[in-house]
């Protein structure tokens, strides 16, 4: 029974037009973000053991390559500080190797990737959530995180071809979550 509703429900939509939306037609909460594994937890080489923080969790991997980011995107994706006087180190940081992009989804996946990423200084994250367990520093701190449906939109399209996020059907699904929940 789980696995027919579920693969009734994926069968159901076009999403094309809605990056953040894998296919289910009939739940508007499941939903797409955007991690980035950020340079500091490449220099130390904790890749594998953040990306296995949030397939424990239960979020499903829609998407994920690495990429050198440059000036321009750096400048569009953190559009809200290039004012800031830390904005020169924050893109020095972010550029010093590359980063791994992510396309994380499941169900109020945008709050829940946030919730366990953690306030955005380290030294004041709760432990248990990643910034908190992971590092001690306000701007080298691991993760980057969508924050909102419309950052989660923008920052997919931004960081993403529509090809590179894979329709990854029932994986899963009866496993992850309760017929009436997904
Ligand atoms: P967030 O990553 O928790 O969403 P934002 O305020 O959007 O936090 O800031 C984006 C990134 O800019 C942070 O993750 C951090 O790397 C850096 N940053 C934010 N505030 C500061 C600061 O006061 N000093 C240095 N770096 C900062
Ligand atoms: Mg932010």
């Known amino acids: 029974m789980p696995v027919c509703h579920f693969i009734g429900i994926f069968a159901a939509e076009n999403v094309e037009n809605a990056p953040q939306r894998p296919r289910n037609g009939t739940n508007s909460r499941m939903e797409r973000t955007l991690v980035l594994l950020k340079p500091s937890t490449v220099q130390r080489a904790l890749i594998g053991e953040i990306i296995s923080r949030f397939e424990k969790k239960g979020l499903r991997i829609a998407g994920m390559k690495m990429m050198q980011l440059n000036d321009q995107i750096l400048e569009e994706h953190y559009a809200h500080l290039v004012k800031k006087p830390f904005f020169p180190s924050l893109k020095a940081s972010m550029m010093k190797t590359p980063v791994v992009a ?8 945008i709050a829940v990737v946030r919730y366990i990423t953690g306030y955005t200084n380290g030294r004041k994250a709760d432990a248990g959530t990643i910034r908190g367990d992971y590092c ?9 995180a969508s924050d909102s449906p419309e950052a989660a939109i923008a920052e997919l399209a931004r960081f993403f071809k529509p090809e590179e996020i894979y329709d990854l059907g029932t994986l899963n699904m009866d496993r992850l979550y309760a017929v009436d929940e997904a």
């Open 102 to 109: 992510m396309c994380l989804e499941g169900v109020d996946a």
């Open 136 to 144: 001690m520093s306000n701007q080298q701190n691991i993760v980057h």
